[in-house]
């Protein structure tokens, strides 16, 4: 591997200042299960590893007086999971989490990293935008916060600047009777990058009008990305199978996806079609 | 080796002046070692501390050939700086055996002949012990999930996965058992 230092910074405030005094490249580490590999195979370089491990405010996992879930960024994907809160309000996110890489990998990894690494592929990410969460950054000039919704510019790409770092997502409370489910397709069982990913929330009334909907498609375009004409389908309706049928088509018209090794455009529109229509209906199920 | 004997290790024809002396953990013993800070746990434990029970297939995160266990969790040495490891505990397959004695998940897969070359042995050990101290009742299930990040290219995977069950304590559904096993 090329030579970088290393620190690990113990507050907010030390991070901060070293990103704003040092000059030449700062990466930010978690579990290291993308960068230490992009570092080793020269896709990416470091003059500076920052360890972002020893920061309470990263390293915290949270819900405040609202219920809203407070996800530090170096929160291992383990950690999330193993959560009975996460598991059952944010049910999405402890999945994704769930599948990502190995028990070696979900140790180390975070959220946060798959986030900041920005894959189009990340599982995590669908089910973060469905359950509307935000991006909480630092600098030396204090805290901003950004929809995540916004965060993602393009293939590994996001709104983080030079001397930005994210510290967490917070996720807002789902209403009650609320669900969340994230599918992904891969043609192994396990340790395998998504093909295309669905992420669905469903929100409904007494009487079973859903209120709310948001569906989320990964590995279909440059970005992870809402499915917001699907979601349109579904809300002020009662969700029927016919419904669930017409929210997969509309959510695989908006997905863009490329032609590559793990499958073709068509495939993943096809894929798309599904893995919408059975996250929904896992939702229904759950809401029974 | 006691456990208060420190060691220092520093890699011929480098200097030592720009490396950083750190204190590891591993296996209940303290070890300093010099060490630069782009250089993985895996490079130390392996060409440093010439612990070499730890492997290196992939050196990506696929194989888990490295698997120790830090803190008691199964990680992939490959993906850790071995400055990462500061104040914490590392296990190696090294650290299974108590008092000379095997670690009865060692002994299970000598019984079950759970091995070839033995190349990922170290790897699976290591991620069978951690699944087994935080489960002790793993379901077969369960047991391949957690060996899902260890690759072997000899055994087929059957064995292994019985040999863990049978360290549960837990009856194997079999169509043949380790006598038979030849
Ligand atoms: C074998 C294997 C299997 C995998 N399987 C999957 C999978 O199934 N699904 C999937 O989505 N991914 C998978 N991955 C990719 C990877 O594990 C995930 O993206 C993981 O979530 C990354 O988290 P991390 O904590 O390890 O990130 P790191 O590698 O520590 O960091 C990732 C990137 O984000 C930056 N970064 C990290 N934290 C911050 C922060 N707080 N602020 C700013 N920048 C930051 C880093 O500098 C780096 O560029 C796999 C990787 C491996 C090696
Ligand atoms: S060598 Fe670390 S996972 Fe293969
Ligand atoms: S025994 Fe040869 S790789 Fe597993």
């Known amino acids: ?288 | 080796m006691s456990s208060d004997l420190k060691i220092t290790y520093s890699r011929k024809g480098m200097s030592s002046v720009t490396k950083d002396q750190i204190e590891l953990n591993i296996n209940g013993e303290s070890y300093e070692v010099l060490v630069q800070p782009w250089w993985t746990l895996l490079e130390v434990l392996r060409d440093e501390i010439h612990l070499t029970g730890t492997k290196e297939g992939c050196s990506n995160g696929n194989c888990g050939a490295c698997s120790v266990l830090l803190d008691g969790k199964a990680i992939d040495a490959c993906l850790t700086l071995a400055v990462e490891a500061v104040g914490h505990k590392v296990t190696t397959v090294e650290g299974l055996a108590k008092n000379g004695k095997l670690d009865p998940l060692q002994e299970k897969f000598v019984e079950w002949g759970a091995l070839q070359c033995g190349f990922c042995t170290p790897g699976f050990l290591i991620s069978a012990r951690g699944l087994l101290d935080q489960n002790p009742k793993p379901t077969e299930k369960e047991i391949r999930l957690a060996l899902a990040g260890n690759l072997c290219r000899c055994t087929g995977y059957d064995k292994i996965v019985k040999a863990v069950l049978d360290t549960s304590g837990q009856p194997i559904e079999s169509t043949y058992n380790p006598s038979q096993n030849d």
């Open chain 1, 1 to 288: 591997m090329n030579s970088f230092t290393y620190e690990s910074p113990k507050s907010l405030q030390e991070a901060t200042s070293l990103l704003s005094q040092q000059s030449g490249v700062i990466r930010p580490l978690v579990g290291g299960s993308d960068l230490i590999d992009q570092l080793r195979t020269n896709r990416k370089q470091a003059d500076l590893v920052m360890d972002i491990k020893s920061i309470p405010e990263t390293t915290s996992m949270e819900f405040d007086a609202n219920g809203a879930l407070h996800l530090g960024s170096a929160v291992s994907c383990a950690d999330t999971y193993a959560n009975p809160t996460v598991r059952s309000q944010f049910t999405a996110i402890a999945e994704s989490c769930e599948l990502i890489g190995s028990i070696q990998i979900q140790n180390r990894a975070s959220a946060g990293g798959n986030v900041c690494n920005s894959s189009p592929s990340a599982d995590t990410i669908p089910a973060l935008l469905v359950h509307d969460a935000i991006a909480v950054i630092a600098s030396a000039k204090g805290l901003r916060e950004i929809a995540l919704n916004e965060f993602f510019t393009g293939p590994g790409k996001n709104v983080l600047e030079t001397g930005e770092f994210l510290v967490k997502l917070v996720i807002p409370n789902p209403s009650a009777n609320s669900a969340s489910h994230y599918l992904r397709f891969i043609p192994r069982e396990e340790m395998d990058i998504a093909v295309a990913g669905a992420a669905s929330f469903v929100t409904v009334d007494s009487s079973g009008t859903c209120l709310q909907a948001r569906i989320a498609l990964a590995a279909v375009a440059p970005t992870p990305i809402r499915a917001y004409e699907a979601e349109k389908v579904l809300t002020g309706k009662i969700i029927t199978e016919d419904l669930i049928d017409e929210a997969g088509v509309t959510a695989a018209a908006s997905a863009k996806p490329i032609s590559d090794v793990r499958g073709s455009a068509d495939y993943r529109k096809q894929l798309v079609k599904v893995l919408t229509k059975r996250t929904l209906q896992k939702c229904l199920r759950t809401l029974k």
